[in-house]
């Protein structure tokens, strides 16, 4: 039996900002613990978008790829799609500056995780992906100065992603925290800017966030967090 109530979340968003970027978790095993979600692979290669059970993968040269079982992942996060989502609306005319506004007039709970799913004809989408890096890592904030930008008009596709309560910052990113898939996959990554024709909204709440942490990983273990420009950092990379 599939728990619909039950986020999944290998590692944390920390660990990427504090350059901890080790794959820790292969794709097969993300997969037993969820069929919807979004990531990223070793170094981070690619951002993850895990749509209806198939892992996709938006690379840094603009294709997007199926990854296969043995690819791995520091930092993912995976639900099971329910089939009764708490909150299902039809929207129209949204763009990313006020989706934050028009969810919140729909459900207004920030003390939970939820994901977030918007599907339908888009006008605009902008996305970024960064590119790969090899051992030793830097930290994300350097990573993430050089992403690649891609925009699209008029195409059809997903929007996958989460809320995060405040609380839970560096855990995983507060707020939203959303990626992009193309129905034809010619365009996908962390998304940055979208203009909505039509499209259906879905929240799906959850009681239980079940965090896995690599403590095979020495580097991980070792790890001292710079707790005191985290929150700074992480605003920095999601942009």
Do not use: C, W
């Not at 995976?78 to 028009?102: G, R």
């Not at 996305?127 to 993430?144: D, G, H, I």
Request: charged share 20%; no cysteine.
């Amino acid at each position: 039996m599939k728990d619909t109530t039950k986020l999944f979340q290998q590692g944390t968003l920390a660990n990427l900002v504090d350059g901890l970027l080790t794959g820790t978790m292969t794709i097969s095993e993300l997969l037993s613990h969820g069929d919807t979600g979004i990531g990223t692979g070793e170094g981070l290669d690619g951002e993850l978008i895990v749509a209806q059970g198939h892992p996709f993968l938006a690379q840094n040269d603009g294709t997007v790829i199926e990854v296969d079982a043995d690819f791995t992942v520091p930092f993912a996060t995976v639900h099971f799609a329910s089939d009764m989502p708490a909150l299902t609306a039809e929207l129209t005319d949204v763009t990313f500056t006020n989706l934050k506004e028009v969810i919140a007039n729909l459900y207004p709970y920030e003390n939970i995780f939820y994901a977030v799913t918007l599907t339908g004809d888009f006008q605009q989408i902008k996305t970024r992906v960064v590119e790969k890096q090899y051992p030793p890592y830097p930290k994300l904030v350097e990573v993430a100065e050089k992403q690649a930008l891609f925009t699209q008009e008029n195409v059809r596709g997903q929007i996958i992603g989460y809320f995060s309560p405040e609380l839970y910052n560096g855990v995983a990113a507060s707020g939203l925290h959303l990626h992009f898939l193309a129905d034809d996959h010619s365009i996908a990554g962390h998304l940055l800017e979208f203009v909505l024709t039509s499209g259906t909204l879905t929240i799906q709440p959850f009681k239980t966030l079940e965090n896995n942490f690599p403590i095979d990983n020495q580097q991980f273990m070792e790890s001292k967090l710079e707790l005191s420009s985290l929150a700074k950092e992480i605003e920095q990379s999601e942009k």
